[in-house]
């Protein structure tokens, strides 16, 4: 079994990975919520992280959590995309599932006829679910937890942290 | 799950744990780390639902 958590564990040593190197954990952490953990020789904890990220999101589409569409005149909803991407190709996955497409933004006036766009209507129907503001709590949460694993899995890999 | 009370437990312990192992201090110091930061959530989260009583919507 895979020691963890020491500095001298597999692929954990103090001495920075190369940039190549590092660049290709974080592609892999944020594909996966924990991988780049386990590739940097913190097996147990990358479990532990993608049990803990995985669950999240998984709590957020079982409460009809709102995937997020970003509105040119709405900020805030930009922050709110970025969030749920950061749990990686879930999310894209997610949007296909709920939208049919994969979805980010609201449609531009005009081509949904004057009609509500499809997927705005998808969306606020999701809202509607009296658990939908604990699902959309769960999806932000994994997606800045995952945000947040890529900032350690940097630190480890350029030798910042153990 | 339509719990409010149990969202809450469940949401403090899911954080809770991830900033636990987040953290690097030792195992005694990031268990009582992860016990402070889901009270604080826990009982935090009570405090202001008790001091909102007086203004139901």
Same mark, same amino acid.
């Given at each position: 079994m895979a020691k963890d958590d020491g500095p001298e564990s597999a692929g954990g040593s103090r001495r920075p990975s190369s940039v190549a190197r590092t660049a290709a954990v974080l592609i892999a952490a944020w594909l996966l919520p924990g991988l780049g953990h386990v590739l940097l020789g913190r097996v147990r904890r990358g479990v532990l992280f993608a049990v803990i990220v995985?669950?999240?999101?998984?709590?957020? +589409?079982?409460?009809?959590? !709102?995937? =997020? /569409?970003?509105?040119?005149?709405?900020?805030?909803?930009?922050?709110?995309?970025?969030?749920?991407?950061g749990v990686g190709p879930a999310d894209l996955a997610a949007r296909i599932a709920v939208y049919g497409e994969a979805a980010y933004a609201v449609p531009e006036e005009g081509d949904a006829g004057g009609f509500e766009p499809r997927?705005?209507?998808? +969306?606020?129907?999701?809202? !509607?679910? =009296? /658990?939908?503001?604990?699902?959309?709590?769960?999806?932000?949460?994994?997606?800045l937890m995952n945000l947040l694993l890529l900032f350690d899995a940097w630190d480890i890999a350029r030798g910042r942290r153990d | 799950m339509r719990s409010h009370f149990l969202h809450l437990l469940l949401y403090s312990t899911l954080v809770s744990a991830f900033f636990l192992l987040l953290s690097r201090r030792g195992s005694k110091e990031?268990?009582?780390?992860?016990?402070?930061?889901?009270?604080?959530?826990?009982?935090?989260?009570?405090?202001?639902?008790?001091?909102?009583?007086?203004?139901?919507?």
């Open positions: 995985i669950g999240s999101f998984a709590l957020g +589409m079982a409460h009809d959590g !709102r995937l =997020a /569409l970003r509105d040119r005149q709405a900020f805030l909803t930009s922050l709110q995309v970025v969030a749920n991407a997927v705005v209507r998808i +969306m606020r129907e999701r809202s !509607r679910s =009296a /658990l939908s503001a604990y699902g959309t709590a769960y999806l932000w949460t994994a997606g | 990031r268990v009582r780390f992860g016990l402070i930061l889901w009270s604080a959530m826990v009982f935090g989260a009570l405090a202001v639902a008790f001091l909102m009583l007086p203004f139901p919507r």
